[in-house]
């Protein structure tokens, strides 16, 4: 497979906030965090330009499985997202997230 052209990284997002304004694709994701509680929301993606509340644009929740920990996610031919890429953290205070999209 030949590399993917037009990629770009984000790293040590803060807050919820828009990744892309029109439609793009996520390739992957790594999120760690630390002071959570089990079953807490870390972070979500949706295929939008906000947290329109539209259940069925969430991609992605990371839930916390222990007070810290890690995840990553790699989508080898991206995931569409039709409307955009935002980003949105839950509640946890301590979180640090980086993405690749295009």
Avoid: P
């Avoid at 995931?79 to 993405?99: D, Q, R, S, W």
């Amino acid at each position: 497979m030949g590399r993917i052209q037009g990629l770009f990284e984000r790293n040590n997002l803060t807050g919820s906030q828009q990744i892309k304004a029109h439609r793009g694709e996520l390739h992957s994701v790594s999120v760690s965090w630390t002071g959570a509680t089990a079953g807490q929301v870390v972070c979500q993606f949706i295929d939008d330009t906000a947290d329109n509340g539209i259940a069925e644009r969430i991609i992605l929740t990371v839930i916390a499985d222990a007070a810290a920990g890690n995840y990553q996610k790699v989508w080898q031919q991206g995931k569409v997202c039709e409307n955009g890429i935002f980003y949105k953290e839950g509640a946890v205070e301590n979180v640090f997230t980086e993405l690749t999209a295009k």
